[in-house]
């Protein structure tokens, strides 16, 4: 398998317009990856096509959105489009570019799967006396179709009540990572007690959380290894439809949670005359991860440094990246040539 990058330097509108022409390049990419340059931020060059200059945000988020809407046929049909962005502000007021830009790309055909929240721990604090300081960033996750490729599994959180003092780590022999011997007879008899209870007083009274958790085959008295509570404790009361209550067993996944819609990730500081706007490894390393597998075809239509390629050199994944300036290309090239692909 080919694990080199592949970049392709020049405008990326114009790289876009071309590489929709090729049938080998129409619904390749399984992940179309980027963060923008953001309107009216910084000067990555002397380019007059740089993204970013024009002279109106309604011009520039107009742009975009048609960039990003014909990147729609370059991607699998199972494929998705991710787009790190953020704010900008005007006369005090912030311009709403992030939102401007999904409800043009949902017109366009793609779906909005998700609107995450990058928030950067290590933010620069503003120097205004009155605005607050940017902490966070869009993560706009987009599907071709509504049948996504995903592997949840793979970003999973394990523990993590734990680390933020909710629940105290168990001795390992008191956490149970499967459930042992459930009893399909009472697993009935639960259901059964539960669809004829109701709130008015009756003989039959509802199961006791331990009786559940037993009847699923889980020791009541040991604990999940992802959000390591109590197994008696995930028999919980749901109030559904006319205020009746129902228990249900509602054990975690035991690979671990599904991760929360705001994603904790410092930003990366450059390095002398690295490029000034540097993707967190880490967050396209999630993005990756989630939404590929091995083998798959990358794009970043700004790729910048070169994270993005980073990343799929690391987890072997096939790569392209379009930017607009040669020095960038050729520090990507040098920054990718130095990784190794994990085992």
Same mark, same amino acid.
């Given at each position: ?167 105290? $780590?168990?001795? /390992?022999?008191?956490?149970?990572? @499967?459930? +042992?011997?459930?009893?399909?007879? &009472?697993?009935? %008899?639960?259901? !059964? ?57 509602? $054990?975690?996944? /035991?690979?671990?949670?599904?991760? @929360?819609? +705001?994603?904790?990730?410092?930003? &990366?500081?450059? %390095?002398?005359? !690295? ?69």
């Amino acid at each position: 398998m080919e694990r080199d990058p592949y970049f392709i330097e020049g405008d990326a509108d114009t790289i876009i317009d071309q590489l929709s022409l090729l049938p080998d390049q129409r619904k390749k990419y399984r992940l179309i990856v980027t963060s923008p340059p953001y309107y009216k931020h910084r000067k990555y060059g002397d380019d007059v096509r740089e993204l970013g200059r024009e002279s109106s945000d309604s011009a520039f988020v107009k742009r975009l959105i048609t960039l990003l809407a014909k990147c729609r046929s370059l991607l699998r049909d199972d494929g998705s489009l991710w787009v790190v962005i953020g704010d900008s502000r005007r006369n005090y007021g912030k311009l709403l570019i992030p939102h401007r830009l999904t409800a043009g790309l949902v017109k366009e055909g793609y779906i909005l799967r998700e609107d995450i929240i990058w928030y950067k721990r290590n933010y620069i604090a503003s120097g205004s006396h009155v605005n607050f300081s940017q902490a966070y960033e869009y993560v706009l996750f987009f599907s071709k179709r509504a049948n996504c490729f995903t592997n949840m599994d793979l970003i999973r959180t394990k523990g993590n009540e734990a680390r933020e003092g909710r629940n105290k $780590v168990p001795p /390992l022999n008191m956490i149970q990572f @499967g459930p +042992v011997l459930p009893d399909k007879k &009472k697993i009935a %008899h639960v259901m !059964e007690k539960i669809t004829k209870w109701t709130s008015a007083p009756a003989k039959e009274t509802l199961p006791s959380t331990s009786e559940i958790a037993r009847a699923y085959g889980y020791d009541p008295e040991k604990y999940c290894p992802t959000c390591y509570r109590k197994f008696k404790r995930h028999a919980t009361r749901n109030r559904i439809g006319d205020h009746k209550h129902y228990p249900i067993f509602a $054990v975690c996944n /035991l690979r671990g949670k599904n991760p @929360g819609n +705001v994603w904790d990730i410092a930003t &990366k500081a450059h %390095h002398g005359n !690295e490029h000034f706007a540097i993707f967190p490894e880490e967050l396209v390393e999630r993005i990756v991860k989630f939404a590929t597998q091995q083998g798959d075809w990358v794009m970043d239509p700004f790729s910048g440094r070169g994270t993005t390629g980073i990343i799929c050199r690391k987890l072997k994944r096939r790569f392209v990246g379009i930017d607009l300036y040669p020095y960038n290309i050729s520090l990507s090239r040098r920054n990718i040539k130095n990784v190794s692909a994990y085992d």
